[in-house]
């Protein structure tokens, strides 16, 4: 599976039709981090690392496709890698923040709370499923379902900002999204712990 996702990443990736426009979610709660290491999850052409290494981050971006990470060689800031997905782990509490928009691995989640830092924060924007959804993809796997993101995230980290709304892709079609910030509470036991 691995290697048809390579392969059909890179041609989309040569066409160079994905914006390269932050999501607004990144610039508008990036300056949250504690520190300045980043982690840009499917980077894709690089849209978020590119601004958050502008903003004085420096960014490990991640892809499973060669064509999107050789766009990324050489910018200062950026540490640009190609990795499968399916079977790199993230590495333990090493970022200050963690962004993933519109690519979906549920397996990634835990392994995102457990690569930040304590007060790290997670910046997470993709598709949720509906049924009327303009467009949808082949496999129902690729789109969140109602509230997953709150019950993934809401045990190990203080939710921020969680929102299901309507938007337009970068295609134009009409389609559902989910969005969160999130900050990784503290490794310390609370009362809360202490009595359950």
């Known amino acids: 599976m691995a290697e048809e996702d ?27 981090a504690p ?20 903003q004085g981050f420096e960014v490990d971006a991640l892809d499973i496709s060669k064509v999107a990470i050789e766009r990324l060689q050489g910018i200062e800031g950026i540490h640009a890698k190609e990795v499968d997905f399916d079977t790199y782990t993230l590495p333990s509490e090493s970022y200050d923040l963690i962004v993933k928009a519109y690519f979906l691995q549920r397996r990634l989640f835990s392994q995102m709370i457990d690569a930040l830092k304590p007060g790290g924060i997670i910046i997470l924007e993709t598709f949720l499923h509906h049924p009327d959804n303009e467009r949808e993809p082949s496999n129902h796997a690729f789109r969140l379902n109602e ?23 970068y295609m134009g079609y009409k389609t559902m999204k989910a969005a969160m910030v999130a900050r990784k509470k503290s490794g310390g036991m609370t ?3 202490f009595w359950s």
Do not use: Q
């Open 147 to 169: 509230g997953e993101l709150e019950a993934a995230f809401d045990d190990r980290c203080e939710l921020l900002h969680i929102r299901e709304y309507w938007d337009e892709d």
């Open 35 to 54: 520190g300045k290491w980043a982690l840009d999850i499917a980077c894709g052409n690089g849209r978020h690392s590119r601004w958050l290494a502008r």
């Open 191 to 193: 009362d809360e712990d």
């Open 6 to 32: 390579r392969i059909r990443w890179d041609e989309k990736h040569s066409k160079d039709e994905m914006p390269y426009t932050p999501i607004a979610l990144v610039t508008e709660y990036a300056n949250l």
